[in-house]
């Protein structure tokens, strides 16, 4: 049998669903190399604090959208099929303000804000929302279908898949890509795969300076939602965002946020939690009754960073130093809901790179 050697770097969203697809072929040997793993809440991990929901945000025509394409359906199989994930179906609404029209926000959500987005045949129940139901300061309102993710759940589950599957997972810091090399289970490594997220601007060999930090700020309540919220904007500033989503499996319910790009700060600002918590009370009244934030019953507060890169996911394959690499990383914040998408696009580069690959 002829087994290839891959070491995944990164136990993140993006490491997790790679080595998951990959191991699905046992003709790989897998070892997940990763700093941080499930379980742990850190500055430089974004995927435990994620939402997550599948809100796409990709511009049609792009490769984004096929990842995001490709992403639903396995989402909807999990929610639908697998409970153990911790995904669940909620319905989501997204409400636009004429006067966020050119702000960063309502340009990075310009997809979303459509009326005729790509992915409306996508979701099930795509539909513009009467203007008469909407509430005051709202001009257009879109709703669908989507999933939200308990990501305490999920990002375990997709360890506990790769561990049936025969990955292997170890703590590992790595300076330089090539000592990835020394990273398999047997023999040399063939293949390293790279889903360092924000680590890959300093990861040597690799140094990706366009990957930078959108800083994300949180409240995670047991207050329950009912339904998921994203707005255009907000009226405290270009950098702030308000949304709420409800997680799966009594994860609680996230109270977002903010997009601050460049900014590495990965202490709470308090000051904007309270705005981040009267947005959501003010937004969506069924969280407290009507009533007001004291009436939130915290979980906890966060910072996540997210991981963004010009130009986009970097999912490419590169020969670095002699050693094989495929690039997975960058996603920004849409990590999860182009998880499957990216993955698979990663898992074929695999392929192509270490042929013949037939199935056994
Ligand atoms: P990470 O999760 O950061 O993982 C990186 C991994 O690489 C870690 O294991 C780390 O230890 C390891 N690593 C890095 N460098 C090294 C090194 N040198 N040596 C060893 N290991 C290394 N996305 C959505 O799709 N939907 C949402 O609703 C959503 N909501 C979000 C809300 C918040 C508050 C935040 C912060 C993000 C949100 N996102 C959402 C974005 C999503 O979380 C990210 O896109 C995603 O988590 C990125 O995953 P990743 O695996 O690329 O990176």
Known sequence: MDKRNVCVIGAGVAGL???????QNRRYRIVVAAKHMPGDYDIEYASPWAGANYMPVSLRGTREEQWDRDTWAPLADLAQNHPDAGVHFQECE??????DIGSATADWFAELLSPNPWF???VPNFRVLPKESLPPGIDSATAFTSVCINTAIYLP???????????????AVFKHIREAAQFAPS???DIVINCTGLGASVLGGVEDTTVVPARAQIVLVRNDAGKMMDFSGTDDGEGEACYIMTRAAGGGTILGGCYQKGNWESQVDPNLAVRIMKRAVASCPTLTGGKGIEH????????GLRPVREGGTRVEKERIEGLWVVHNYGAGGAGYQSSYGCASNAVQLVEETLAPASKI
Request: aromatic share 8%; with cysteine; hydrophobic share 45%.
């Open 120 to 122: 409306k045949d996508v």
């Open 296 to 303: 939130l019953d915290i979980i906890r507060h966060g910072v």
């Open 94 to 99: 997204i409400h636009s303000r004429a006067k």
């Open 187 to 189: 023999g040399k490594v």
């Open 17 to 23: 669903t790679t080595a998951y697809l990959l191991s």
């Open 157 to 171: 589950w997709l360890v506990s898949q790769c561990l049936k599957n025969g990955v292997i997972f170890k703590r």
